[in-house]
């Protein structure tokens, strides 16, 4: 049997609805034909993708391997027929938040004047991968530790000193600098999807009592911006997010956070190498020590 595209979104509707009955609705087919289709690619594949052993579908241990696999493969097809494409082959650089802070600008600038042929795409995708897991990116910036396949290779760009954000009415805005000590009886707001402001940044014996989580960074602003919250963060978000309603205020005694460049061996696009070229020599070696 051949494998289209419509065995791997079939599959991948099933593993994000967990339910074979809202999958067929989503795909606008009968459960019969959706069921018959994930037979056929399992078959194909020669493993088990989902358990259907309970009400709630869930994704096996190759399930879980091959979903990243499929939807780059989707993701693939698609951006190769996109019409609007069709006369250049972009470099997509993906980023959770902030991209390269203070450096962004500069680098976009000067891609375009050296590599005027091949457009420079700055995506945001709200995952811990900036989308280079699911192929929607040839290039991710990833704050922190990441999980990734063995396949990504990284390269530490710089490190971000740690700053707090407060409400800018907050009688903490008044102060120089601030410690994690200072926000130990506040709320913390923190991103659980990307975020690096954790409350593993304080003594496991003496963590804050109280989160608000939130899912994103314009949700995480809004909730310091509100007074619900203090959060912890770096000085990309202060380049990037300026608030009226938001001090940011260096914090002292918390580790840096290394800001990494990922990208997939062999790379999905050749101006790869490029890219990591210029930034490298954009960005000054004296703040690229590894931690």
Same mark, same amino acid.
């Given at each position: 049997?051949?494998?289209?595209?419509?065995?791997?979104?079939?599959? @991948?509707?099933?593993?994000?609805?967990?339910? *074979?009955?809202?999958?067929?609705?989503?795909?606008?087919? +009968?459960? $019969?034909? @959706?069921?018959?289709? /994930?037979?056929?690619?399992?078959?194909?594949?020669?493993?088990? =993708?989902?358990?259907?052993?309970?009400?709630?579908?869930?994704?096996?241990?190759?399930?879980?391997?091959?979903?990243?696999?499929?939807?780059?493969?989707?993701?693939?097809?698609?951006?190769?027929?996109?019409?609007?494409?069709?006369?250049?082959? $972009?470099?997509? &650089?993906?980023?959770?938040?902030?991209?390269?802070?203070?450096?962004?600008?500069?680098? =976009?600038?000067?891609?375009?004047?050296?590599?005027?042929? +091949?457009? &420079?795409?700055?995506?945001?995708?709200?995952?811990?991968?900036?989308?280079?897991?699911?192929?929607?990116?040839?290039?991710? %910036? *990833?704050?922190?530790?990441?999980?990734?396949?063995?396949?990504?290779?990284?390269?530490? &760009? =710089?490190?971000?000193?740690?700053?707090?954000?407060?409400?800018?009415?907050?009688? /903490?805005?008044?102060?120089?600098?601030?410690?994690?000590?200072?926000?130990?009886?506040?709320?913390?707001? %923190?991103?659980?999807?990307?975020?690096?402001?954790? @409350?593993?940044?304080?003594?496991?014996?003496?963590? $804050?009592?109280?989160?608000?989580?939130?899912?994103?960074?314009?949700?995480?602003?809004?909730?310091?911006?509100?007074?619900?919250?203090?959060? %912890?963060?770096? +000085?990309?978000?202060?380049?990037?997010?300026?608030?009226?309603?938001?001090?940011? *205020?260096?914090?002292?005694?918390?580790?840096?956070?290394?800001?990494? /460049?990922?990208?997939?061996?062999?790379?999905?696009?050749?101006?790869?190498?490029?890219? @990591?070229?210029?930034?490298?020599? /954009? *960005?000054?070696?004296?703040?690229?020590?590894?931690?």
């Amino acid at each position: 049997m051949t494998v289209e595209l419509r065995h791997l979104r079939a599959f @991948l509707a099933i593993a994000d609805e967990g339910a *074979i009955t809202r999958a067929a609705a989503r795909l606008h087919l +009968t459960q $019969p034909a @959706l069921s018959r289709t /994930l037979r056929q690619l399992e078959a194909h594949l020669g493993v088990r =993708l989902i358990d259907r052993s309970t009400h709630h579908l869930q994704l096996t241990a190759a399930g879980r391997a091959f979903q990243p696999r499929a939807a780059a493969a989707v993701t693939a097809v698609a951006e190769a027929l996109d019409p609007a494409r069709a006369g250049a082959w $972009p470099l997509r &650089l993906g980023h959770a938040w902030s991209a390269l802070g203070e450096h962004t600008t500069p680098l =976009l600038r000067r891609w375009k004047r050296e590599h005027p042929d +091949t457009p &420079l795409q700055l995506l945001r995708v709200d995952d811990r991968s900036a989308g280079l897991d699911r192929g929607a990116v040839d290039i991710a %910036v *990833i704050r922190g530790e990441a999980d990734l396949p063995a396949e990504v290779n990284t390269v530490v &760009l =710089l490190l971000e000193p740690r700053v707090a954000a407060v409400a800018a009415d907050s009688p /903490l805005a008044r102060k120089t600098r601030l410690t994690l000590g200072d926000l130990r009886g506040q709320s913390i707001a %923190v991103n659980t999807i990307t975020g690096t402001g954790t @409350l593993g940044l304080w003594p496991a014996d003496d963590t $804050p009592d109280d989160t608000v989580e939130v899912a994103n960074t314009d949700d995480w602003i809004a909730a310091i911006a509100a007074g619900h919250a203090v959060g %912890v963060t770096t +000085t990309a978000t202060a380049a990037t997010y300026p608030n009226p309603a938001v001090a940011y *205020i260096p914090l002292v005694g918390a580790p840096a956070v290394p800001v990494q /460049l990922a990208w997939k061996q062999p790379p999905s696009h050749p101006a790869v190498p490029d890219f @990591l070229t210029l930034a490298r020599r /954009l *960005i000054p070696t004296t703040r690229r020590e590894k931690p």
